[in-house]
């Protein structure tokens, strides 16, 4: 869905921007980890989001649309694992988990940002883990 994001027409990027704030506020990500996770600057300043949740597109900068990517399909993959209970879903991602050092999955996206987005994504996502693990065509 998003590798086309650059090329979107501006009121689809700004769905999808509004999709990700959405997630994130679900999350109950505050706005300062919503920077982090995102991959801004550590100087932007957290009023700068109202833009981008209400008449800005995020950014089409690689890092920021890899970032919206894995917040989308980890969200995605939550609905699927729990699809009649998103409270379950919200409870996973603040339990500490063996697979992430006894770390919440929220945490570990804070914590080690693209790296920590790609692991939980991987734990929740056999398909997407076992991508990782296919050899790469030359």
């Known amino acids: 869905m998003l590798n086309e994001y650059k090329t979107m027409p501006t009121e689809k990027r700004l769905a999808v921007s509004q999709i990700i704030f959405e997630i994130l506020r679900g999350w109950n990500i505050d706005e300062i980890n919503q920077i982090n996770l995102l991959g801004f600057p550590k100087d932007t300043k957290p009023r700068i989001l109202k833009r981008y949740q209400h008449d800005t597109p995020l950014p089409d900068h690689e890092e920021t649309i890899e970032r919206m990517t894995h ?48 692991a939980v994504r991987a734990d929740l996502d056999c398909a997407y883990a076992w991508s990782l693990t296919e050899p790469q065509k030359n």
């Not at 969200?75 to 006894?102: S, V």
């Not at 929220?106 to 914590?111: A, K, N, R, T, Y």
């Open 71 to 118: 917040i989308f399909e980890i969200a995605e993959a939550l609905r699927t694992t729990y699809p009649c209970n998103y409270g379950m879903a919200k409870k996973w991602l603040q339990t500490p988990h063996r697979r992430f050092n006894k770390r919440t999955p929220i945490d570990m996206m804070l914590d080690e940002g693209l790296g920590g987005l790609i």
